[in-house]
């Protein structure tokens, strides 16, 4: 079974930037498609990009477009989350998840494994 393990969370001051990764250890990377979460503290888990498994197609939520941006490199079974231009409302545990389709996946009820997460905090 592919397991998920993000990286690259940390503390950075508003106006900065972070790349995370997520890494999916295993042959059948490319079947999935992928997507990005996250949490604040008190707030539900929301959708913030998603990728095909081709990497041919993205999507990201509003209130990131411009400033985020998703990728993938499935010879490295690796995908990203480049965040520029970081705001204080940014602050949350980011999680990556997988499903096997060929689509673009939002909804996070569809997402059948998730990552442990990674924290990123943006000072003010």
């Known amino acids: 079974q592919v397991q998920l393990v993000e990286s690259g969370g940390g503390l950075v001051q508003a106006g900065g930037s972070l790349r995370l990764s997520c890494v999916a250890p295993?042959?059948?990377?490319?079947?999935?498609?992928m997507g990005w979460f996250r949490q604040a503290p008190g707030k539900e888990r929301e959708f913030v990009a998603a990728?095909?498994?081709?990497?041919?197609?993205?999507y990201c939520t509003d209130s990131v477009k411009g400033r985020f941006s998703i990728s993938r490199d499935n010879a490295k079974n690796t995908v990203y989350l480049q965040m520029n231009s970081l705001k204080p409302e940014d602050t949350a545990v980011y999680y990556c998840a997988a499903r096997p389709t060929t689509g673009l996946v939002i909804a996070a009820a569809m997402y059948d494994l998730w990552g442990q997460g990674t924290q990123v905090t943006v000072s003010s």
């Open positions: 990728i095909t498994r081709s990497g041919g197609n993205t």
């Open positions: 295993g042959r059948t990377f490319s079947d999935y498609a």
